[in-house]
């Protein structure tokens, strides 16, 4: 077989993820709609995945409180652990770890669902029956992932600023009535809107690559290993760069002081 | 009619068809022989629209299939029921659910209908009681026998064979070749099946094709093939070719 340049499989997995964002938001929206099975891929991807997001989230507030509370104790800004708490959640944290955690949990468990099917032929199958599997698999995975994960995000958000509540009132000092002013009144909307449109692309990002890289499988079980890999690696790294360059943007367009 | 023309197919350097030309006639059992990896199964795929060839027409009654959108492939795979080679039954699903999967897809049936159309097929195939059953817990021939239950739901008029007895103890062989022969004699469906094992090819052929090089060697009935003095057929049939 030919040796493929790095540079060319790039170009070719960005064309074949663009070509799957197009198809599975143009059949997603034809009948039939599989709703079952989209209801079903939100139960497997958010309810399922509540335990592993609150405890990535608690742990990372209480965390965020702890440091902080030590390093703005040094300047007398210990009270404002909350503004730092929040604003970090909201914007980056819950965001990002949210993503994160659900990369490995549900876009391995995508990867290694479509690319099981596709070794087996069940994907061929499929299409032998007349389904479309891009109608039938990828995009009730893409609907459900780009639904569930910015709630799961919010959910995230406020599991880690209670954890730096917890954190605050046991081990800081700082008492309930202050951590609640200094996160309330200096969250503002460009902050709820910049933790929202995040994890909508995340989504697209865990659920797109999950499929695609299922998809693309070959070489039986190794192949559905590696392929599984690949997914995680590709999909986190994305993650954090398309967190940095969204970021940016969203400052901008947000005209952010 | 099914008929393939000049076919090409190449995977990446490795050319695997190379101009074949094959027709299957009517209410015919056409089993292809062949060495393992010489593009059997991918003829059948072809015939599907699973792939496509690089160059060739293949015509579906009278329909060229490279003309038609993926859409109008998808209406015309319902004249087709394919048994893949380990099944590819869908292991999210049980064995009824299997079998139902087509008619929930493609019909207005009621449940009731679909529960009784199930138990009829499975009965088809020797697998009354299953229907609760996940593939998991079938047998490699079981497996079979439900996946082709699933590619007669729709009653198409083209069975297609993906290796159907490979791997598959004589006993268990011979129990799908009578139903290979069951389909055809009760519903008169046209048949291509795919496999390098010659023994089960008689039993079920009305006429045999071999593929060597990428084009069809020679056809003809089960005499016909016996008889024949092509020196690679006779290797093949006297089981001199190894895999």
């Given at each position: ?15 074949g993820?663009?070509e799957l ?9 034809k ?6 099975d ?5 139960d ?21 409180a ?6 703005m ?8 652990v909350?503004?730092l ?5 909201i ?15 549900v876009g ?31 995009a ?5 992932t ?21 954190i ?8 309930t ?21 995040k ?6 990002i865990i ?7 299922g ?37 901008a ?5 | 009619?099914?008929e ?16 074949l030309?094959?027709?299957v ?9 062949g060495?393992?990896?010489c ?36 209406k ?30 493609h ?22 009681g299953?229907e ?17 239950a699933?590619?007669?739901a ?17 006993i ?49 009935t ?5 008889k024949?003095e ?14």
């Amino acid at each position: 077989m030919k040796e493929e340049g790095v540079f060319f499989r790039f170009l070719k997995t960005l064309y074949g993820l663009g070509e799957l964002f197009m198809k599975s938001l143009r059949y997603g929206v034809k009948k039939p709609l599989y709703l079952r099975d989209i209801l079903e891929q939100m139960d497997s991807i958010g309810v399922n995945s509540l335990p592993i997001v609150f405890l990535t989230t608690l742990f990372t507030g209480m965390v965020l409180a702890l440091q902080s509370g030590v390093v703005m104790a040094r300047f007398g800004a210990k009270m404002y652990v909350g503004t730092l708490v929040s604003t970090s959640m909201i914007r980056e944290m819950g965001p990002v770890l949210v993503a994160l955690m659900v990369a490995g949990r549900v876009g391995a468990g995508i990867t290694a669902e479509i690319g099981s099917m596709k070794v087996t032929e069940q994907i061929d199958a499929l299409r032998a029956l007349g389904t479309n599997p891009i109608k039938k698999l990828v995009a009730p995975r893409v609907m459900a992932t780009v639904i569930m994960l910015p709630i799961l995000t919010v959910i995230g958000d406020i599991v880690g600023i209670l954890g730096g509540w917890l954190i605050s009132l046991w081990s800081l000092g700082i008492t309930t009535s202050i951590y609640r002013h200094t996160v309330l009144d200096v969250v503002t909307m460009d902050d709820i809107l910049t933790g929202v449109i995040k994890p909508i692309v995340f989504g697209f990002i865990i659920s797109l690559v999950g499929c695609y890289m299922g998809l693309t499988t070959s070489g039986g079980t190794k192949g559905v290993g590696s392929s599984t890999t690949k997914s995680v690696v590709v999909s986190s790294i994305s993650i954090l760069i398309v967190d940095f360059f969204l970021g940016k943007l969203l400052l901008a367009f947000l005209a952010y002081t | 009619m099914i008929e393939l023309l000049d076919i090409h197919k190449s995977f990446d350097e490795k050319q695997v068809l190379k101009g074949l030309t094959l027709s299957v006639i009517k209410g015919e059992t056409l089993v292809v022989l062949g060495r393992s990896g010489c593009g059997k199964s991918v003829l059948l795929k072809l015939i599907l629209g699973l792939m496509k060839q690089d160059s060739g027409r293949i015509i579906i009654d009278g329909e060229d299939i490279s003309q038609i959108s993926e859409e109008g492939m998808r209406k015309l795979r319902k004249k087709f029921g394919m048994l893949f080679q380990g099944g590819a039954l869908f292991d999210s699903l049980t064995v009824a659910e299997n079998v139902a999967y087509p008619l929930e897809e493609h019909t207005k049936m009621t449940r009731t209908g679909i529960e009784e159309k199930v138990v009829e097929k499975l009965a088809l195939v020797e697998m009354e009681g299953t229907e609760d059953l996940t593939p998991s817990e079938l047998s490699g021939g079981m497996r079979k026998r439900v996946a082709l239950a699933r590619a007669i739901a729709l009653e198409p008029e083209y069975i297609l064979y993906d290796e159907p007895t490979t791997g598959l103890d004589p006993i268990t062989a011979e129990r799908i070749n009578r139903l290979i022969k069951r389909m055809q004699a009760r519903f008169g469906v046209t048949s291509i099946v795919v496999t390098h094992e010659i023994y089960n090819a008689y039993m079920i052929a009305d006429r045999l094709a071999m593929i060597h090089k990428g084009r069809i060697l020679t056809s003809g009935t089960v005499e016909e093939i016996k008889k024949t003095e092509i020196p690679f057929v006779r290797k093949f049939i006297s089981n001199q070719v190894g895999e």
